[in-house]
């Protein structure tokens, strides 16, 4: 059984012949931390924007190294919407955005291009074209279909606020001018639907919406203020995505408890992370119950940064007796390998999937 065949098997509620093994994430520092354990030819560490196009080339490459190494079944990318320097640490999107740069994987938003009914009016979203997807489509050439390549097409939520430029305000909005408000995420769903469009035409096999909209003591606003504005457009996605027989993931950090049945109503075919700080995995399958896959939840907010491997052992061990039985489930971080990750921990958790994720799970 290929990579891809056991990912898209638990993806549909299935049971393969183990726990697949996915990751949301890998930033530049970590996959050289990880590749390093396996080899002392990796490249030195740059931010990606700071990269030309060979040390861009050099990077993903060593990212397929380190999928190869872990055995994963899967693994995910971004979209390339291109960043453009345009100061002493500031880089600016094709959607007009611009970020900070940061170590972490999560460049901030600092600067909008929608804020009023008259730029909104006047914006002109970019042209998707095949150019944001040249990563993935080298990542299926590499792999041969052999491994499940999950692309991250720009989520409207997330799109919506960084569009402004600042989350408090866009979550005001709501309030303030939900006329606006829906007209901005009018256009961040049609660039995501654009971008899942032309995916498809690229051979783009699954797609994650990546906009996180809880804390770890909920939502970030009310449940029926998600289903007036965001879970039309999140429908919307997964309609443009199904349309294209493609499966697609919802992630969200924090505690979604309150947002599942929603998710599930859109259509989502799958849930990550289930963050153990504040969601149970066992509980939230018993929720989903077999209607999507479920996808996490390793911690790595405690656990992978300051943990033993014999404790990640243990974890993955715990998790997989959970949330493994009956199929519909896929092994990965709770939310990403982060700079703060140790590498041999990533290590070790992928190692005891392997290790313990064979079905019938008897751990």
């Given at each position: 059984m290929t990579g891809k065949e056991r990912f898209d098997i638990a993806l549909k509620g299935g049971q393969p012949d183990r726990v697949p093994l996915w990751e949301l994430a890998f930033i530049e520092s970590s996959i050289i931390g990880i590749a390093?354990?396996?080899t002392e030819d990796a490249p030195a560490f740059k931010l990606i924007h700071e990269m030309n196009p060979t040390e861009m080339l050099a990077l993903l490459s060593t990212l397929f190294f380190v999928v190869e190494k872990l055995d994963l079944d899967g693994f995910t990318l971004p979209v390339q919407a291109g960043n453009e320097v345009v100061g002493e640490n500031r880089v600016r999107d094709k959607l007009g955005i611009v970020y900070i740069p940061s170590d972490n994987g999560l460049a901030l938003p600092v600067q909008g291009v929608i804020t009023t009914p008259e730029e909104l009016k006047n914006y002109k979203k970019p042209t998707v074209d095949e150019t944001w997807f040249m990563a993935?489509?080298?990542a299926h050439m590499h792999f041969k279909g052999e491994r499940?390549?999950?692309v991250m097409p720009p989520d409207p939520w997330k799109t919506y606020w960084a569009l402004?430029?600042?989350?408090t305000r866009a979550l005001m909005l709501f309030y303030d001018d939900p006329d606006l408000a829906h007209g901005i995420l009018g256009v961040a769903t049609d660039i995501?639907?654009?971008a899942i469009n032309v995916g498809a035409k690229c051979g783009i096999e699954h797609f994650c919406l990546t906009g996180d909209l809880a804390m770890n003591t909920g939502p970030m606003m009310s449940p029926d203020t998600f289903r007036t504005f965001i879970k039309p457009c999140y429908a919307k996605a997964?309609?443009?995505s199904h349309a294209h027989g493609i499966p697609i993931i919802k992630h969200s950090c924090g505690d979604t408890v309150r947002l599942l049945e929603d998710f599930l109503e859109c259509g989502f075919n799958g849930v990550h992370p289930i963050q153990p700080q504040c969601m149970d995995i066992a509980e939230a399958k018993k929720i989903i119950n077999g209607r999507a896959a479920v996808l996490g939840n390793i911690d790595?907010?405690?656990l992978l940064p300051s943990g033993s491997v014999e404790d990640v052992d243990r974890v993955v061990r715990e998790t997989i007796a959970k949330a493994a039985p009956g199929g519909g489930f896929i092994l990965a971080s709770a939310n990403s390998i982060h700079k703060d990750v140790k590498p041999e921990n990533a290590v070790a958790m992928f190692a005891a999937g392997r290790k313990y994720g064979a079905y019938p799970i008897s751990v």
């Amino acid at each position: 059984m290929t990579g891809k065949e056991r990912f898209d098997i638990a993806l549909k509620g299935g049971q393969p012949d183990r726990v697949p093994l996915w990751e949301l994430a890998f930033i530049e520092s970590s996959i050289i931390g990880i590749a390093k354990q396996f080899t002392e030819d990796a490249p030195a560490f740059k931010l990606i924007h700071e990269m030309n196009p060979t040390e861009m080339l050099a990077l993903l490459s060593t990212l397929f190294f380190v999928v190869e190494k872990l055995d994963l079944d899967g693994f995910t990318l971004p979209v390339q919407a291109g960043n453009e320097v345009v100061g002493e640490n500031r880089v600016r999107d094709k959607l007009g955005i611009v970020y900070i740069p940061s170590d972490n994987g999560l460049a901030l938003p600092v600067q909008g291009v929608i804020t009023t009914p008259e730029e909104l009016k006047n914006y002109k979203k970019p042209t998707v074209d095949e150019t944001w997807f040249m990563a993935a489509k080298f990542a299926h050439m590499h792999f041969k279909g052999e491994r499940a390549v999950v692309v991250m097409p720009p989520d409207p939520w997330k799109t919506y606020w960084a569009l402004m430029g600042d989350m408090t305000r866009a979550l005001m909005l709501f309030y303030d001018d939900p006329d606006l408000a829906h007209g901005i995420l009018g256009v961040a769903t049609d660039i995501c639907i654009d971008a899942i469009n032309v995916g498809a035409k690229c051979g783009i096999e699954h797609f994650c919406l990546t906009g996180d909209l809880a804390m770890n003591t909920g939502p970030m606003m009310s449940p029926d203020t998600f289903r007036t504005f965001i879970k039309p457009c999140y429908a919307k996605a997964v309609h443009a995505s199904h349309a294209h027989g493609i499966p697609i993931i919802k992630h969200s950090c924090g505690d979604t408890v309150r947002l599942l049945e929603d998710f599930l109503e859109c259509g989502f075919n799958g849930v990550h992370p289930i963050q153990p700080q504040c969601m149970d995995i066992a509980e939230a399958k018993k929720i989903i119950n077999g209607r999507a896959a479920v996808l996490g939840n390793i911690d790595c907010i405690d656990l992978l940064p300051s943990g033993s491997v014999e404790d990640v052992d243990r974890v993955v061990r715990e998790t997989i007796a959970k949330a493994a039985p009956g199929g519909g489930f896929i092994l990965a971080s709770a939310n990403s390998i982060h700079k703060d990750v140790k590498p041999e921990n990533a290590v070790a958790m992928f190692a005891a999937g392997r290790k313990y994720g064979a079905y019938p799970i008897s751990v």
